[in-house]
């Protein structure tokens, strides 16, 4: 397939695939890649092997014009080509800045290298500060073309901790943060630096509290591009700003916090509104971000298992929509005779077989209510988001004594 018939034809990922492992060679890269069709990532061959996320890439490019999507694709395999970092701290320093991720990218860092087949790769070593109860602040090494998140083994390497880079990084930030926000709607502001570490500013209270709102600024910073503000005093903006937030996560992707943060002694903490219209689509937001880190994680957690030679189902996270109410709801199912690693849900579905028929018997009850009987449900497994570990179903006699609830009520 030549170039000219590559833009004609609809796009699909593998066809971004192929296109950006040319490109990726033809600027002189000499590290092979391979398409990993299971993951919708690139890999790389040999020592050093590179990993290329293509979600985000591919979403961008689908959103683009016929016309930009060349000059997409070239941004897009740019940034694939980071300098080297440098070798010592104090070269780095001036060049550190702090970046805001989802814990579940993290978890995805962290299960990476024992994915990879036959990988040599040196074992993650994690490098971050918690920030709340879904993101975590961590180090990027900024250049002009690339922003490189820094683990813990190039921190050991510079001989630095993190909270000492940390501390330049945020000094960094902080030299370059005079308050920039524009008015998107009545009452909500978008942070308008347009650096790529809009969400970082999270860090500085103080800006926030210049634009004048009339009330306690409430921050959310759902894509890694965009910040929001609005007052805790107005629910109209703060409904505005959840919709915002949500319709930003379905366009671009890159998600990395479903909470709403005001401040208390300059740190940001959620932020929960007393509005019971605003309380609801923040928590379904919540849900939705869910739904991405736990379904990103599931292929991972597979292969691993499959690696180990364990016999250990990794049960999804699902949302349905209630008829009656239109109130988004998370489940997932655990099976009879199926050592399950289940996620934390609203409800439950629990399947057994009958023995003579075959036929299952599903009963559906709400996760409070199964917690109550079932011990392992009060013992996360390590990672995020939380998942728990199920290796024997509940006896006849309690499944009969649990109240049934229905799916989509």
Known sequence: MGLFDFFRSPPTIEKFAQLVIQAFAEAGNSSLLRYDADACRLVGEGDGAQVVNLENGFRDYCAASRKDRPQVLRHFVQGLMAPPLPASFAEARASLLPVIRGRG??????????????????????????????????????????????????????????????????????????????????????????????????????????IGLGGEPVVMTPTRNKLLVASANDETALLAMLAFARALVDEEGRQVSALMYRFEQGKPVEFVPEQPEAARLADELKKIFLLNDYQMQKDLLDKLNEQAKLDLFVASYKLVQSEATGRIHSYGVWTDQVDTLLPEVDKVALVRYHEESGEPDV????????????????????????????????????????????MNA
């Open 105 to 210: 990218t993290l978890e995805y860092l962290r299960l990476l290298p024992e994915t990879l087949p036959g990988s040599k790769a040196t074992p993650y070593v994690e490098a971050y500060a918690p920030l709340s109860a879904d993101s975590v602040v961590m180090l990027a090494a900024d250049s002009e073309r690339s922003i490189q998140t820094l683990t813990g083994s190039v921190l050991e390497g510079w001989g630095v901790s993190f909270d000492e880079a940390l501390a330049a990084a945020t000094d960094n930030l902080r030299d370059i943060s005079v308050a920039n926000f524009q008015q998107v709607v009545a009452g909500v502001y978008v942070a308008n630096w347009n650096d790529n570490y809009e969400t970082s500013r999270l860090l500085f209270s103080d800006l926030f509290y210049r």
């Open 363 to 406: 009963r559906v009850v709400e996760w409070a209510e199964l917690r109550a009987h079932v011990k392992e449900l009060h013992h996360e497994v390590p990672g995020y988001p939380a998942r728990y570990r199920l290796p024997a179903f509940p006896s006849r006699e309690l499944l009969e004594s649990l109240a049934c609830v229905e």
